[in-house]
C-alpha cells in the first residue's frame, strides 16, 4: 500500500524567514507529486506538480517553489516567507497522469507572523 | 477557467436524517470532467469520498451517493442517514478533460450532524 507522509505537521515562522515543507510517498515508483495550499477560509489551490524527478512547474505564484530531488520526495519552499503565506499545505500524488485520482497527505499547517 | 460552487459553506443536520450537499460545475474544456467527493473529518487529512467519470453514472461511499449530472452540470451529495461520525469537511471537485493534471475544488461545505 502507498503512504504519502509530510513534514513538519505544523509550523510558527516569522514574516521574511525561510520555510521548507517536506512529502514522502512510499510504495510508488514515479508517482506524479502536487502541492496544494488552502488559505484559512479559502479554498484549496494547486501550487505545483512534478511529472519526474527535477522537473517541477508552476501552477500558481505565491512567491513560492517547489523542487523534486528524488522520486518519492517532493519539497516546497521559500527564502522569505509573507504573512499571505499562512495556511495549510497540502501535498498528493496520482498513479497516472491527467484525470487520474489523486491522494493526499495529512498536511501542514503554517502560520506566519 | 473551471470553477466549482458548493452554494452551503455550513450544514447542520440531525442523526438519522437525510442529508444533501450542493454541488455544481462548470469546465471550459472539450469533453466531459471527472468529479469527485473529498472529505476532510476533524485532525485527519483529505480522504476520496467517491469518484464518478461517467455522465450519468452514480458513485457511492460508506452510504453516501452521488450522481454525475451533465445536464444540470450538478454533483450533488446525498445520504439518507447521516450518523455523528459523518461530520467533517465535505469537498466537491473537478478534473477537466485535458492532460493538465489539474484539480479544482469547490469550497467545501462543514457538515455538523447533531445527536
Known amino acids: 500500500a502507498q503512504t504519502i507522509h509530510q513534514w513538519p505537521v505544523a509550523e510558527i515562522k516569522a514574516v521574511g524567514s525561510p520555510l521548507s515543507l517536506g512529502c514522502t510517498i512510499k510504495?510508488?515508483?514515479?508517482?506524479?507529486l502536487y502541492w496544494y495550499w488552502q488559505a484559512t477560509g479559502g479554498t484549496l489551490q494547486q501550487l505545483f506538480y512534478s511529472i519526474t524527478v527535477g522537473q517541477v512547474e508552476s501552477v500558481v505564484q505565491l512567491n513560492l517553489s517547489a523542487s523534486r530531488p528524488k522520486d518519492d520526495q517532493f519539497i516546497l519552499s521559500t527564502e522569505k516567507l509573507l504573512l499571505s503565506h499562512s495556511g495549510f499545505y497540502l501535498c498528493?500524488?496520482?498513479?497516472?497522469?491527467?484525470?487520474?485520482?489523486?491522494?493526499f497527505g495529512p498536511g501542514t499547517r503554517l502560520l506566519v507572523l | 477557467g473551471d470553477s466549482v460552487t458548493q452554494t452551503e459553506g455550513q450544514v447542520t443536520v440531525s442523526e438519522s436524517k437525510s442529508l444533501i450537499i450542493n454541488c455544481t460545475y462548470s469546465a471550459t474544456s472539450i469533453g466531459y470532467p471527472n468529479l469527485f467527493w473529498y472529505v476532510r473529518y476533524p485532525g485527519e487529512g483529505l480522504q476520496l469520498l467517491l469518484k464518478v467519470i461517467t455522465a450519468g453514472q452514480k458513485g457511492s461511499s460508506r452510504g453516501f451517493e452521488a450522481t454525475y449530472n451533465k445536464e444540470a452540470t450538478s454533483f450533488h451529495l446525498q445520504k439518507a442517514s447521516v450518523q455523528e461520525s459523518d461530520s467533517a469537511v465535505y469537498y466537491c471537485a473537478l478534473s477537466p478533460n485535458t492532460n493538465t493534471g489539474k484539480l479544482t475544488f469547490g469550497d467545501g461545505t462543514v457538515l455538523t450532524v447533531k445527536p
Open positions: 498528493a500524488w496520482s498513479r497516472d497522469w491527467g484525470q487520474d485520482t489523486q491522494y
Open positions: 510504495g510508488k515508483s514515479s508517482p506524479n
